[in-house]
């Protein structure tokens, strides 16, 4: 079945990077872009940005562009995105989902959050 | 890109029928029909209720429907259950080739 597994929870201090990888199963990795969106606490839902898995292209919200870095291992179906120059307000869930060909298509899978604290 | 509006509570006896309004603008939701809407229960990850402004993915109760007038989509559940007592939120595609969701709704069954 489709899958995206997360790695863990992470403790960053401000100023720092933090780095989060989505890794996916169940079909065909390179045809399908891959979403980050986060949720701080008590808060919605907030689209940072996507990757096209075949070609390596990626889309992000102006809010993020100069901060946030989007990857892929295609030898290893995992994404990765990595948030630069952290604070406190990017203390969060972060989540990758699954989209479609498209960037315009919806996000049929998720993965099952990471949280991020950050705190010195 | 600022969120797209969404009331922040909508409340419904079960069996009732309510309506959770996203509002947007030319440029995202009144541009094109890629609006979708996501349910999220506590501690939960999302899920996919309806894309493509009214399809419905395949397992999704056909009690939840989807429309969109101009820059205003809009998201129905019908005959309300318990089960249906989550946040929603909608999502659109935008003319700058990114996407936005909206400001999220509570849904309470009384």
């Known amino acids: 079945q489709v899958q995206l597994v997360q790695s863990g929870a992470e403790v960053k201090k401000p100023g720092a990077s933090v780095k989060v990888s989505c890794k996916a199963s169940?079909?065909?990795?390179?045809?399908?872009?891959i979403h980050w969106v986060r949720q701080a606490p008590g808060q919605g839902l907030e689209w940072m940005g996507c990757i096209n898995p075949y070609s390596g292209g990626t889309n992000f919200a102006q809010k993020f562009q100069g901060r946030v870095t989007m990857t892929r291992d295609t030898s290893i179906t995992t994404a990765y995105m990595e948030l630069s120059s952290l604070t406190s307000d990017d203390a969060a869930v972060y989540s990758c989902?699954?989209?479609?060909?498209?960037?315009?298509?919806?996000?049929?899978?998720w993965g099952q959050g990471t949280m991020i604290t950050v705190s010195s | 890109q600022s969120a797209l509006t969404q009331p922040a509570s909508v409340s419904g006896s079960p069996g009732q029928s309510i309506t959770i309004s996203c509002t947007g603008t030319s440029s995202d939701v009144g541009a094109y029909n890629y609006v979708s809407w996501y349910q999220q229960h506590p501690g939960k990850a999302p899920k996919l209720m309806i894309y493509d402004v009214s399809d419905r993915p395949s397992g999704v109760s056909n009690r939840f429907s989807g429309s969109k007038s101009g820059n205003t989509a809009s998201l129905t559940i019908s005959g309300l259950q318990a089960e249906d007592e989550a946040d929603y939120y909608c999502?659109?595609?935008?003319?700058?080739?990114?996407?936005?969701f909206g400001s999220g709704t509570k849904v309470t069954v009384l």
């Open positions: 989902a699954r989209g479609g060909d498209f960037v315009r298509s919806a996000f049929d899978t």
């Open positions: 169940g079909y065909t990795f390179t045809g399908f872009y």
């Open positions: 999502n659109s595609y935008t003319s700058t080739s990114t996407r936005v």
